[in-house]
Structures are given as C-alpha cells and as structure tokens.
C-alpha cells in the first residue's frame, strides 16, 4: 500500500465547510494592515495591485480553514499518530538559533542561524512516514512544486528513517493538478467565496462574541515533542566546499556533487560555495566569454576584501556558476552570465545568501582563490551535459 493512499479528501473539507471551525478563524493573525489602507483609500478594485494583495489575504484565510479543517481529520483518522499543533493552538513561539519550531507567526518553521529555512502548512506523522502540508488557492502550479523539493531534501534529512510524503491541497481551477510527484496526494477543493467572512475577519468583526474551541487528544503535538537530527545549515555548507574542492584534475570533485547525498543538499541550499576570484581575474573572465560592457553597478574598485564569490547552481541539464559581489557601503550583488549578458540583482540584507556569503569570507582559504584557468577548466565540465 502506498503511503500516501489513506488520504481521501472528505466532504467537509472538499466543501469548506465552516460550521465547526468559523469562531477558530477570528483568532488567528492576518496579514491586512495594508489591504485595508488601499481599500480606505479607495484603489480600484481592478487595479492588479489591489488584486493582487486581496487575493494574498484570501490565502492566509484559506490555509487557516484547512488548517482547522485538518485537526479533526487527523484526531478521527486513525493511520494518523501525531499532528503539530500551530496558530492559536498553541502559546509555544520559540526563537531558537536552530531547529523545527513555531515562529513568531505561529507558523511551523525550520531554522538555522534565526534565519527561517522553509515553513510547513502543517505537518503530521503516521508509524513510519511524516508527511507536510501545502495549501493554496494559486492557480498556478509551477513554483509550488518548485518549492516541494527543498522541503522534502529537509525532511530526509531531520528524518531518515521515515518515508516523505506531502499533502496538497489546492483551490478549484489549479492547474497542473495531476503532475506532481509520485509522494504526494492532491486534494482540491471548491473555491473560497466567502466575502463577508473575509471583510469580517480582515476588520475582526464580532471577535468579541466568538469562543476559541481547544482540542483535547494525544495526537496533537508541539513541534519541540518532535525529534528530529540535528542539521548543521553552515557547517554543512563548509564540510561541502572542503570536499568540492579535493585535488582533482577538474578543480572540483564532480563526482562528490553526483551523489545521492549532495544531490539533496542541492535542493535544499540551491546553490554551493566553491571558492573566490579577485577583481582583475574576473573582468579577464568576463573578456573571454565576450562581455566588454561590465555594468556600472559594479565598482570594482570598491569591493570589499577585492573578492568575488563563486557559487555552482544545479540546473535542470548541467551546472553553472553564479558569483557575488559586496560593495562597501551597498547591497550584496548577484551577478549571473547568460550568454554575453552580464545581470546584475541586489540580494536581500536580511536574507540567507547575505548571511552564506558573510559566514563564507572566514572559511575560505588562500588556496579556495580561482585563478583564470581554474574557471576556464570548470566551464569546460559544466557545459556538458549531466549524464546519470
């Protein structure tokens, strides 16, 4: 039997059906303080913008409902062992350096250094699999099944010895509903239509007169009762360079990034620190792949410690090489070549990459530094192909 096949959607889910759980959902956070403000304002409500925000606030309604919706299906489902407890049921917000905990948000997040890793819907377990939860009411697909891989590569990791499995849950009209992988059960339901519930939990209407229903079961769990192994984010991402970077004739061990172990690593940092180049090599690297033009926004003058960083990225039929630039005084820079196109983007101060790349410059080594035909030697590798 697959894992997965007791999942049958039922009608109260299937249907939304909000009688039981209608006065849980006052007591949730939202994410409206903005909505309101344009609908003060009085945006028009064709405006893309508008929509575009509206929609988002729907969604946070929505995965509360199948959130509430599943905390009984778990306690009557019987292969069902252990469901987390997250939102309002639970008064638990932990800020720990590491680990799987309820954030701030209420929400169920995995951590390394404060910095979230990815974030569950929800998440339950049966003897011998844990399975996490996606809900949304986008009708596209694609990048949520982009998503899927970085939080079963995590799970595998704080879980070896129970099988992966995922729980989608989509609105009607998804598209690509029968093109996800083979792990996962999707369920789709009718479509949240509900205007005054959403006008009344946006301005939390008649909360006052609502009482919070607490559920009563031993299946119901907090996420610091949940043990998984411990899953050292940046010592992994150093232990990774040290063996990347072996003495091989091609600079980097590529057999090392073909194993099944280093593939899901992949998947869950997207990208490998593999070493540095300093300014003068890169603009000679640039010249021989036909860019003349280096972007303004690059002052290579300025460039903190005279150091580009060197990432590979895994794509769908090979690898290529990403590189980073911190300018005093600026945003970190993402610098990637297509072609004889050099794009320049500003990372995020705050986000993981900002902190990989700061943590990067004390492990690197003299002997990490990429010399011209160093990168010449992996360009050579990575524009073939990847062969299984």
Known sequence: MNKIDFLKLPKNIKELELSEILNNLYFYSYHCKYLKKIQNNNIDKEDPHYISTYSSFIGEVYENIIYELLIKYAIETKEITKFILKGPHQDKYENLKNGLMIDRNSQIVYKAGYKDVTEFDALFFTKDSVCFVES?????????RKRLKKKKALLEVLFPNLHITALIILSEGALGVNVFPKYCKVWVTDALENEKLIHNLMYNNNKKDKKFTTYNDKKLNH???VNVVTFKYFDTISWILRNVRKDTPHILDFDFLKTEKIKRYFEIFSKFYIGHLDSETFVHLLQYMGITNISEDIPLHNIQDDMIIVTIEKTKESYCLIYYVKVIGEKLKKLEVNGTILSVSNKD???????????IRYVFKKSYKFSFDNIKSIKKVIDIPITN
């Open 136 to 144: 949304t009411i986008v009708k596209t697909t694609t990048s949520l």
């Open 223 to 225: 996420s610091s009762n």
């Open 349 to 359: 101060p705050k986000g993981f990459t900002a902190a990989e790349t700061k943590f």
